[in-house]
């Protein structure tokens, strides 16, 4: 369970938990005469392997097979069978202080706890310039005013919920003081070079032939050895529907595949393998590439505009009644585009708006609450797929209840860019159960779940796992 606390405000969640309670076991296969293995060198017989594709262009095979037997060597004996646990690097939720922690904010809040708002950010910018030449005066332009004027309605809501369920946090050790655990020896974190490079990938995929729509929708890693090419990668949504986890090798990088997992890896314009998948989805969570300066500035990612975004093929891809789950930022314009445009557009009605709250592991916020840059919340805006006629849910005994107006989700976060928060436990009760479950714009995969994008497995790099002793 990811949920640490559940109170009326909403819920404390253990982002690391949930990922490591996902059964992340590699099944590998070793002579008995030889010593055990690298990671690196034994998973030839679990894996779903691809070498790096040559200049000219030409598709490697992959290859699978099944992880519960044993294949005879050359001297006709068996093969001992480990397995491999892995989980993910506990550093990279190390969060134990706020990233930004202004003396100016600090000293707002101690000599005015209830000063209002406009007048708390207008004092906290003028005495932050103090000393620097000022070539113009401060003044706030409408995306600003709008943003101060929103933070001003969720501010006591944000602020209430997140100190109750960081008081539970504090209360049953899940969150502590940072000077009981803090590591003073604490190394800079090292991640793995992204030399993978997923997106140039889909790029690649544009130019391979076009699969028959109604051919080859899926590729299962099944359990008997079975061979495809890298077109049939790019162009189906491959399962992993064994229990236990696969890996696949693209382009030498190692990526971890969950068990009861299904992913397709492209861009906007290859979805039509998701929509040959014959399926429809009970819940939708999107976390769209949303454009802003800094995104252009830092060229870190790929970000698409309104109209793209609008271009989504929601409807063909919702159930009746799904519900939407839309990331957001804290910019008053994309807030207003999803309520206005994008969920009309889609025949969904908005009947939520819930925010995740970043905290550290002392529960500190990760920026000043009443900081004019940096929030630490971001929004989710939960819609209804509204049909022409209301339609029931498919099984009517089911008892789902009516989504809240408001919840906040607080959690530490995870230091890779863009590592959302689990939202399956916390969406359990307002959806029913055994229902088919989509993300689009993905960067990591879940059990049960079907994840598209074009990073979509970038954060199942083997790096950032941490491989246990193996044992037969």
Not at 7 to 24: E, P, Q, R, T, V
Not at 132 to 158: P, S
Not at 331 to 343: A, C, G, P, S
């Amino acid at each position: 369970m990811s949920v640490v606390h559940q109170l009326s405000a909403g819920w404390l969640l253990d982002h690391l938990s949930f990922i490591n309670k996902i059964n992340y076991q590699l099944h590998q296969h070793h002579e008995p005469c030889c010593s055990k293995n690298e990671f690196t060198t034994s998973v030839h017989f679990e894996s779903l392997q691809m070498d790096s594709v040559s200049s000219s262009g030409a598709c490697a095979a992959f290859i699978a097979s099944d992880p519960t037997t044993k294949p005879e060597n050359d001297d006709g004996g068996n093969y001992e069978m480990f397995t491999q646990k892995f989980v993910f690097r506990p550093e990279l939720f190390d969060v134990t202080k706020p990233y930004i922690t202004p003396a100016v904010h600090k000293e707002c809040q101690q000599s005015n706890e209830k000063e209002d708002l406009m007048n708390g950010v207008k004092k906290e910018i003028s005495i932050s310039i103090i000393g620097k030449k000022r070539k113009r005066c401060v003044v706030f332009n409408q995306g600003e005013l709008d943003a101060m004027e929103y933070h001003t309605k969720i501010r006591e809501l944000i602020l209430d919920g997140s100190l109750q369920l960081i008081q539970e946090g504090l209360k049953s050790g899940f969150l502590y003081p940072l000077f009981e655990k803090q590591d003073k020896c604490s190394k800079p974190i090292t991640l793995p070079l992204d030399t993978c490079n997923l997106p140039e990938l889909c790029e690649m995929a544009k130019h391979l032939p076009s699969l028959n729509e109604m051919e080859h929708q899926t590729l299962q890693l099944v359990e008997e050895d079975t061979s495809v090419t890298e077109q049939d990668l790019f162009l189906q949504v491959v399962e992993n529907n064994s229990s236990f986890t696969k890996v696949i090798t693209l382009m030498g990088q190692k990526y971890l595949l969950p068990p009861k997992s299904s992913f397709l890896l492209s861009d906007i314009s290859c979805m039509q393998p998701l929509l040959n998948y014959r399926k429809t989805f009970d819940v939708i969570v999107i976390d769209p590439p949303w454009q802003n300066k800094s995104v252009k500035r830092s060229n870190r990612y790929s970000y698409l505009s309104p109209l793209q975004i609008k271009q989504i093929p929601i409807p063909k891809l919702a159930a009746p009644n799904c519900l939407l789950v839309t990331w957001v930022t804290n910019r008053q314009k994309h807030l207003r585009f999803i309520k206005e445009e994008l969920y009309p557009s889609w025949s969904v009605e908005v009947v939520a708006e819930w925010h995740w709250v970043k905290i550290t592991n002392s529960g500190e916020f990760v920026f000043p609450l009443d900081s004019p840059h940096k929030k630490p919340y971001e929004g989710l805006i939960l819609g209804r797929v509204q049909e022409k006629t209301a339609l029931p849910l498919r099984n009517a005994d089911v008892n789902v209840l009516p989504i809240p107006d408001h919840k906040l989700i607080v959690s530490v976060p995870c230091t890779l860019h863009s590592h959302k928060p689990p939202l399956a436990e916390v969406l359990k009760d307002y959806i029913k159960p055994d229902g088919e479950y989509l993300e689009l714009f993905a960067r990591n995969l879940q059990p049960g779940w079907t994840s598209w994008g074009n990073e979509v497995l970038k954060f199942q790099h083997v790096d950032y796992f941490i491989a246990l002793e193996s044992g037969s």
